[in-house]
């Protein structure tokens, strides 16, 4: 990352400098979004773009730029460093003013920032990993990806300090999403994730996963499914847009299903890749 967009200029990471009284420092009140690019191509553009729209409406912050616009911020950082695979990360909060108040004024200007990373798609197998069953302590509106992320950043140290690489978890016993990450559990055949409502991400990942199962005749359901549906489950896995499909062979101590890769999440984690722009 040598480069950042920060307000309509693209500038060197080490001139990015924002007020000390922005919004987004002062009360993470911001959104942001991440977009993986396969071989200089963002990859389901349009639906990330549609959601950074949803989240800047959700918490009343105006949107600046258009999607045209942002294709051509990707070009602009990825020219001085080219990058054949990369992640796009976008921030935008309120702006800033002086004093700190709790109240933002009317009409402020949004801080609006963007990133290239570099981004090794997975590859080769996939290894089944370990989760850790968690309560779910974020706030009551995961639907909006906010930059408030405190709670998910102290689930995911648990997880880690338990030896999981992500948290699963639940309100009141019904499994929810993960810290960074929704799940999906297979059932006699059938895929299970939780429904799209206020308490997980609607993420794009996600979506994309529901649309290579319909197409390849996999029964799907978008239903609330429990701690103890979990465990009984055939099959487990997580995803998001930088790890795709990741197989969960353990829940804590508890095993799912054979503790292997599973065939349907095998299945769908080939249609995954077939899928990725010319990315083999």
């Known amino acids: 990352m040598s480069n950042v967009y920060l307000n309509g200029e693209i500038i060197p ?5 924002i007020s000390a009284f922005d919004r ?29 729209d949803r989240s800047l409406r959700e918490v009343g912050i105006p949107q600046t730029l258009n999607h045209a616009d942002w294709r051509a911020i990707i070009t602009q950082l990825n020219s001085a460093e080219p990058l054949e695979n990369s992640v796009l990360y976008i921030q935008i909060t309120r702006g800033s003013e002086f004093p700190r108040n709790h109240l933002p004024s009317a009409n402020l200007t949004p801080t609006v920032m963007a990133t290239l990373s570099p981004f090794p798609p997975p590859a080769g197998a996939a290894d089944a990993v370990k989760v850790a069953l968690l309560e779910d302590i974020r706030w009551l509106r995961c639907d909006i990806k906010s930059v408030s992320l405190l709670g998910n950043i102290m689930l995911k140290q648990q997880a880690q ?18 810290a960074s990450s929704n799940y999906f559990v297979v059932r006699d055949g059938a895929l299970y994730t939780a429904p799209n409502d206020a308490l997980i ?3 794009i990942t996600r979506e994309h996963v529901l649309k290579l199962a319909r197409e390849h005749d996999i029964e ?16 487990c896995f997580l995803c998001s847009s930088t790890r795709e499909i990741m ?3 353990y829940v804590d101590e508890h095993q799912i299903g054979n503790g292997q890769v599973g065939p349907i999440t095998q299945m769908l984690i080939d ?3 077939q899928s990725r722009p010319n990315c083999a």
């Open 13 to 17: 990471h080490s001139q990015a400098k």
């Open 24 to 52: 987004g420092f002062l009360f993470a009140d911001g959104i942001y979004e991440v977009v993986p690019i396969y071989n200089g191509m963002p990859f389901l553009f349009t639906a990330h773009m549609q959601r950074l």
């Open 161 to 178: 300090a338990l030896g999981a690489v992500e948290p699963i978890l639940h309100r009141a016993g019904r499994i929810t999403e993960g």
């Open 201 to 203: 991400l609607p993420g």
């Open 220 to 235: 799907v359901h978008e239903k609330a499914f429990s701690v103890a549906e979990l465990y009984s489950a055939d099959e």
């Open 247 to 249: 197989p969960v062979g």
């Open 271 to 273: 249609l995954f890749r």
